[in-house]
């Protein structure tokens, strides 16, 4: 079963463009949500996450939303850039336990 | 460097045979994993350890056995190789379970 549910599974957007993935969870003891993003030939390396007690968190150009009631959270990339193409996993997890990614977002940013 | 560091970074062998691969972190961390990635980028936790110690092991054949020497290396091991296991390996450690997770470069397996 799938713990967290990612979408949609590619997206292509032009340059300056804001793209969002948006992920689902089920089990409210997560207290952990972070973003990775990954170029190809990499590993995975973390962008940006959030704790359950706020609501919107921002670096740089990298915005994680976050609705604790609909237990949906959303990685919006303002003024995106081909270099922003990669792909991207969100996760879940509860401190002290297991890590579970999404199924992860092909982004293709057209110049 | 700190970092997590994976050995080889390819290995293409032929089915049946036996193979390692090395996985080293600098960071201190307590906690090391192997994840497999399959060509449709889904990223799968196969083995999780802590302080030597197994405490996730995911349902993967039992022809793979992680090693884990110490705190900073966990090997991952393959016997009967099959064309299925045909993946990327990554390596990953974090400072426990449940936090950042710091991840290899990853090592391409080819079986043919």
């Known amino acids: 079963q799938q713990q967290v549910k990612q979408s949609p599974q590619s997206l292509i957007v032009q340059k300056g463009g804001i793209p969002i993935i948006n992920c689902a969870y089920e089990?409210?003891?997560?207290?952990?949500f972070p973003w990775y993003q990954q170029f190809p030939g990499k590993g995975p390396a973390l962008l940006i996450a959030?704790?359950?007690?706020?609501s919107e968190k921002k670096e740089g150009r990298f915005t994680i939303s976050f609705n604790k009631s609909a237990k949906q959270f959303s990685l919006h990339i303002m003024d995106s850039q081909p270099g922003d193409s990669a792909t991207y996993f969100c996760?879940?997890?509860?401190?002290?336990?297991?890590?579970?990614f999404g199924t992860g977002t092909s982004l293709t940013v057209i110049p | 460097d700190t970092a997590v560091s994976q050995t080889p970074k390819y290995l293409v062998t032929q089915m049946g045979n036996d193979k390692s691969i090395k996985c080293e972190q600098n960071?201190?961390?307590?906690?090391m994993y192997w994840y497999k990635q399959d060509s449709k980028k889904f990223l799968k936790i196969m083995f999780s350890?802590?302080?030597?110690?197994?405490?996730i092991n995911e349902t993967v054949p039992n022809r793979f056995s992680p090693k884990s020497p110490d705190k900073a290396h966990l090997n991952l091991h393959i016997n009967s190789l099959e064309l299925g296991d045909s993946a990327v390996y990554f390596c990953?450690?974090?400072?426990?379970?449940?936090?950042?997770?710091?991840f290899g470069p990853g090592t391409r397996l080819t079986v043919l």
């Open positions: 960071l201190g961390h307590d906690t």
């Open positions: 990953a450690s974090s400072l426990r379970s449940g936090v950042e997770q710091f």
């Open positions: 959030i704790r359950p007690d706020v």
């Open positions: 350890y802590n302080n030597k110690e197994l405490i």
């Open positions: 089990n409210t003891a997560f207290d952990y």
């Open positions: 996760a879940a997890s509860i401190a002290g336990n297991q890590f579970y």
